[in-house]
């Protein structure tokens, strides 16, 4: 299973490739483009570009945060909308089904770290990739957008693990899961 994290930033990404509990790649890109549209288009084919040569099976792309100044906002769901429609180029290439999943920022921090919001949250992120997860750590070079690209491919590994389990029958633990085997994702 080869799962993918992204990291959003208003004219930039940054993209986590995990590969059997293993981190193979972490890369950032920032479009220098002024035009918006050429933003979007650089950004969302780089990612689609990357995805495509590790062929994920999943891919894990963080909703665009609500409560920041009103014009970021828009500009990260623009963003966000743009890898969307590109990651749909690739939902079944060669046989192959990419699936693209949004993921709350709070709620993948508060799978991972116990808390979803709070003072210091982005130290608390790169704390806790340091401690748990130094290999993949050291990948990142100290960029903050690549910590959160990572920690959002654990998350949606994590999350392909419980689902296969439970389409098995069982659930993370080994006890029975849903009476007919319902996957979350």
């Known amino acids: 299973m080869i799962t993918a994290g992204v990291d959003l930033g208003v004219r930039k990404a940054a993209v986590s490739i995990l590969c059997e509990e293993?981190?193979?790649t972490t890369k950032a890109y920032e479009s220098s483009a002024t035009l918006r549209s050429t933003q979007l288009a650089e950004v969302s084919s780089?990612?689609?570009?990357?995805i495509n040569l590790y062929q994920?099976?999943?891919?894990?792309?963080?909703?665009?945060i609500a409560g920041r100044s009103v014009r970021v906002s828009l500009q990260i769901?623009?963003?966000?909308?743009?890898v969307l429609s590109a990651l749909d180029d690739l939902h079944n290439r060669d046989g192959v089904l990419t699936r693209s999943y949004l993921v709350s920022n709070?709620?993948?921090?508060?799978a991972l770290?116990?808390?979803?919001?709070?003072?210091?949250?982005?130290?608390?992120?790169?704390?806790?990739?340091?401690?748990e997860f130094p290999?993949?750590?050291?990948?990142?070079?100290?960029?903050?957008?690549r910590y959160d690209a990572s920690c959002i491919a654990i998350y949606g590994e994590r999350q392909q693990l419980l689902a296969a389990r439970l389409r098995e029958g069982t659930d993370v633990l080994g006890a029975a899961a849903l009476p007919d085997g319902q996957a979350l994702a």
């Open 113 to 131: 770290l116990g808390l979803g919001a709070g003072k210091d949250i982005k130290l608390k992120v790169r704390k806790w990739l340091d401690t």
């Open 22 to 24: 293993e981190l193979v």
């Open 135 to 145: 290999s993949y750590a050291s990948k990142c070079d100290g960029d903050q957008d």
């Open 106 to 110: 709070t709620h993948w921090k508060k």
């Open 46 to 50: 780089w990612v689609q570009a990357l």
């Open 56 to 64: 994920a099976d999943a891919v894990y792309v963080e909703e665009p």
């Open 77 to 82: 769901a623009q963003m966000a909308g743009a």
